[in-house]
């Protein structure tokens, strides 16, 4: 990345700072990664000279972002340090906001996460109170936290939060731009050239990633038609990915393909967890209704693959924790017998726990170090 935005941000004062900023970003992803790197490590991975690497690490540790923990002997070389996040710096909180209920997670520093916490959706009305709960949940002042994220799809926009109330910047993404970014920071493809991120949850998203940053966030993509003619989405199209590979879409086709059966639930959540437990228990209704949808993904993510050519599809959500096991080898299948001429691997994600939550505190930590190191803010 850091290539392409100096040949395209050269000679300008922003561009220069635009590169700063990218390389910043770039060295502070690769300490996260690693856990543990020596600045010479840190170079290599993020693409920039040891020089810059150590400038952005002092300016990293003057900000109290990082520290220096062990020194490892250089083969009789002078020894180095190793560059690790200081995580006793404070936490931060990740929401996701579904349509039947919130999932708090709060994490440290350094994105591990600390206390999870579920509480009814109506508690969107006091998302403050519910934040602040959790966060003592976990022993943390609230006076340390210091961002709070908020994934919530576009139609639950614009109820949130006072930021006054947690005294901590407050940033608010789609589930699909969190989970793509949880990919990036954490998870192993993020140094694939051409990565998608195809998120499953209450509704379908997919976020384009080119050399380590997003491209787009193709909301689009679950408003790409995958049936002809198919079922009515609420964006007034048909046969849209959304419709069949959303929780609800989902609790649709269970009741299109096993009527009767005791797989329907009341909502979407109760009946992809009823969906998860009968296919443990080897529920021929089930798997009818995983095949059908591990088709209506491998048609979509086709629709990706052959226009962008990714190195990787990597699908994450809370959809996919529940049904990722049995949802993406059909939809893998569905990909090969379309015959792409592709060498795309099509996998679960492998960020632990919630990518959404995860994501989305990774924006709330962008937000306030990448773009101002500011040791007199906190
Ligand atoms: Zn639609």
Redesign the pocket.
């Known amino acids: 990345m850091p290539h392409q935005v100096r040949r395209r941000a050269a000679g300008t004062a922003s561009g220069m700072r635009n590169i700063r900023k990218a390389h910043r970003l770039a060295v502070l992803r690769e300490i996260y990664a690693a856990g543990a790197a020596t600045r010479r490590d840190l170079a290599a991975r993020a693409g920039v000279s040891v020089a810059t690497a150590s400038n952005i690490v002092a300016e990293l540790i003057r900000g109290g972002v990082v520290r220096e923990t062990s020194y490892e002997d250089s083969d009789g070389g002078r020894p180095r340090g190793r560059i690790t996040v200081d995580a006793r710096r404070g936490a931060l909180v990740g929401v996701e906001v579904r349509a039947a209920s919130i999932h708090i997670d709060v994490y440290d520093v350094a994105l591990e996460p600390r206390t999870q916490r579920i509480v009814p959706a109506t508690s969107r009305r006091d998302l403050a109170h519910a934040v602040s709960a959790a966060v003592a949940q976990a022993g943390i002042d609230t006076g340390r936290v210091i961002g709070v994220g908020i994934a919530a799809p576009a139609g639950l926009h614009g109820v949130w939060v006072d930021p006054a109330v947690l005294r901590a910047p407050v940033h608010v993404a789609e589930p699909a731009a969190a989970a793509a970014l949880a990919e990036l920071w954490l998870g192993p493809s993020r140094h694939a050239t051409n990565l998608v991120s195809v998120t499953l949850a209450d509704g379908a998203g997919a976020t384009v990633m080119v050399g380590g940053a997003p491209l787009a966030t193709t909301g689009g993509w679950?408003?790409t038609t995958v049936v002809l003619d198919g079922r009515p989405?609420?964006?007034?199209?048909h046969g849209?990915a959304?419709?069949y590979l959303g929780a609800p879409g989902i609790l649709r086709s269970v009741r299109e393909l096993a009527a009767g059966s005791r797989l329907a639930r009341d909502t979407p959540d109760a009946t992809v967890r009823e969906l998860h437990r009968a296919m443990r228990d080897g529920d021929p209704a089930a798997a009818a209704v995983i095949e059908a949808t591990g088709r209506y993904l491998g048609i979509g993510v086709a629709r990706l693959v052959s226009v962008i050519d990714p190195d990787a599809v990597t699908l994450n959500g809370w959809v996919v924790g529940a049904l990722g096991r049995w949802l993406v080898p059909a939809a893998r299948e569905e990909v090969t017998r379309r015959r792409w001429p592709s060498n795309v691997r099509i996998e679960a994600s492998l960020v632990p726990r919630n990518a959404v939550t995860a994501g989305v505190a990774a924006a709330a930590l962008q937000a306030g170090w990448v773009v101002d190191v500011a040791p007199s803010r906190r």
């Open positions: 679950g408003h989405c609420w964006c007034g199209r849209c959304e419709a």
